[in-house]
């Protein structure tokens, strides 16, 4: 973000004129040691006060910086909104810093308090900072360029020449050169008045109209978008409706209408992978999740989804968060008949895609089961007995192994319960350590007897799941124009130079003296240069070519260098 001089931080109105900040009347008490009077403020003056701090460049540059570092700890730690499962996660493995990090907010960064009051106090900054200045700006367009200084000497690249030629035909041809040159004029007696380069404060203006453009789009995109995950198993689809979602969070303005509907389906899943020699562990190089999608009443159609590639589809971008393996268990009572079938999602815990999950037996059987897996892709067995797996990659010897508990799992009360946790406190472990059966273990294809008598349990086959993040925000498109338009902005005030030049014809016993000087607002090493140019081509232009220009020699010409001989708008 680019800032005026001091003296251009509002209007014209001095920031620290006493009459703006302090009232007229002091109490008689109000004295120093010293017997001088001072102000004091009031109300009024204090707001003021307040206000002028808050609508100052230097307070937006200071609340956009720490906009930027509030934005950190929503990149550091996982977000509710964007993946729930890692908040859980990072609860179970980290219980104290979770309290202290919960109760700041910052698993909802980007809709916590403190985030929000620095969002809007930035909106506000912005615009008490850009509105008075665009007036200002407006009013310095519409204003005649000024009179002509009685010293050009003491102006950045003075220059003198002489022409033989009356003082009116020499400030026709100044005027008429400078115009071409893109400088407002404006003649004075026997002298011309020049000024160009608005178009420096112009983008100015329209870089930091554009920040607040972005601001109040990406409002706006936040209140009318959503954001949902859901996890999907091999050879299963989604639907784009609200109870389609595994977790689905809303904006504000939301309504279930903006939904449209398509379908996602999982056809295959490849992960590819490299030891890491020095480490010892296994890295993922390459994730890859072939689709099938479809939208309403229509045809499937391959698509293909990668980590840093989304697909677009509908008004939505699906991200890839996750994956892994989801084994294919299925339980059956006594007689044989299933009770239960399906492919349950194991989180992985580990690089090597060791897995944990949890299967829910509510009816069928005699009693409710609960059962806490771990699955192995590839199994080998520590010296303590425990299992672990070598590679992240599955084959025929991928082992299941289940602790079994009965009792009440807890599904009737009404409250919701996570299917990714098992709360043990009401049942009774019958298979596992500790119980009177060892842990069941079980590889593809293979079946074990439930203890009691109460059924039986096989591992049926094994498929892969993707999690997904679901991302609509209709603001995309505007936030991306408003972001060229500020680069734009940025780009103009930072290299058109804001520019005043003058030419005084001063009539003597050859003809006329010229006298040529410049100004500038801010830093312009090619003025003088630029001053010299305009006294070339305009002595040229009287019938004077390459002639009699001589540099001023002043010592007073050093002076335009000092922030007080600036240019003020």
């Known amino acids: 973000m680019t800032s005026a001089p001091p003296s251009d931080t509002h209007a014209a109105s001095d920031p620290l004129r006493p009459s703006d900040h302090f009232e007229s009347e002091a109490p008689a008490d109000d004295t120093t040691a010293s017997g001088i009077a001072q102000p004091k403020l009031g109300p009024v003056g204090y707001l003021r006060f307040f206000w002028r701090q808050l609508t100052s460049m230097r307070t937006a540059l200071v609340l956009l910086l720490l906009l930027a570092l509030a934005a950190v700890p929503g990149s550091l730690v996982p977000q509710r909104t964007s993946d729930p499962n890692g908040v859980i996660q990072y609860k179970a493995a980290n219980p104290d810093s979770y309290q202290v990090l919960n109760s700041l907010g910052v698993f909802e960064t980007f809709g916590s308090p403190w ?61 008429s050169l400078l115009r071409r040159q893109g400088y407002r004029t404006e003649v004075y007696g026997d002298s011309v008045s020049a000024e160009r380069g608005y178009l420096r404060e112009t983008g100015n203006l329209i870089f930091h109209t554009a920040l607040v453009g972005i601001l109040v789009t990406v409002a706006l995109g936040g209140g009318f978008g ?10 299963s689809s989604f639907t784009n ?34 030891l890491d020699v020095i480490k010892g562990k296994t890295q993922p190089t390459d994730f890859t999740a072939d689709l099938s999608t479809r939208a309403q009443d229509g045809e499937w159609k391959p ?3 990668k980590v840093n590639s989304p ?3 509908g008004d939505t971008k699906v991200y890839l968060l996750g994956n892994g393996y989801a084994p294919v268990i299925t339980v059956r009572n006594p007689d044989g008949v299933p ?42 067995q520590k010296n ?10 599955s084959g025929d010897d991928s082992l299941l192994t289940l602790t079994v508990y009965q ?7 009404g409250a919701p319960v996570n299917v990714y946790s098992l709360d043990i406190s009401s049942l009774d472990m019958i298979a596992g350590r500790g119980a009177d059966a060892a842990p069941l273990e079980l590889k593809q294809g293979e079946t074990a007897q439930l203890p009691n008598g109460l059924g039986s349990i096989e591992f049926t086959g094994l498929k892969r799941f993707v999690s997904l993040d679901i991302h609509h925000d209709p603001s995309e498109g505007w936030v991306l124009a408003f972001a060229l338009i500020a680069i734009s902005g940025l780009l103009v005030s930072l290299f058109i130079p804001r520019r005043r030049v003058w030419m005084k014809a001063i009539p003597d016993a050859a003809g006329v003296r010229l006298e040529y000087a410049g100004l500038a607002r801010g830093e312009d090493p090619g003025l003088a240069a630029a001053v010299a140019e305009i006294a070339e081509r305009h002595q040229a232009a009287l019938g004077e070519p390459g002639g009699g220009t001589d540099a001023g020699t002043d010592d007073g010409a050093n002076d335009s260098a000092s922030p007080e001989r600036r240019m003020k708008s």
């Open 115 to 175: 985030f929000s009051a620095i969002y809007l106090l930035l909106f506000i900054s912005l615009v008490g900072c850009v509105v008075p200045r665009t007036k200002h700006h407006f009013d310095a367009l519409r204003a005649r360029p000024p009179k002509t200084p009685a010293r050009l000497q003491r102006l950045v690249g003075f220059t003198s020449g002489h022409a033989g030629t009356d003082a009116s035909t020499a400030v026709a041809a100044a005027r």
């Open 226 to 235: 959503y954001t949902g995950q859901k996890v999907i198993v091999q050879d």
């Open 241 to 274: 409706v609200l109870t389609g979602y595994d977790s689905f969070n809303p904006g504000r303005f939301f309504d279930e209408s903006q939904l449209v509907p398509y379908s996602l389906r999982l056809d295959k899943f490849t992960g590819e992978y490299q």
């Open 303 to 305: 698509a293909v989804l």
């Open 311 to 313: 697909l677009e589809v």
């Open 339 to 380: 009770v239960y079938s399906g492919a349950v999602p194991f989180l992985p815990q580990d690089a090597n895609l060791t897995s944990l999950g949890v299967v829910k037996v509510p009816d069928g059987l005699a009693e409710q089961l609960g059962i806490i897996g771990f699955f192995y892709p590839e199994p080998i």
């Open 384 to 393: 303590t007995g425990a299992y672990t797996s070598l590679t992240p990659y």
């Open 407 to 413: 009792g009440d799992l807890g599904l009737d009360t």
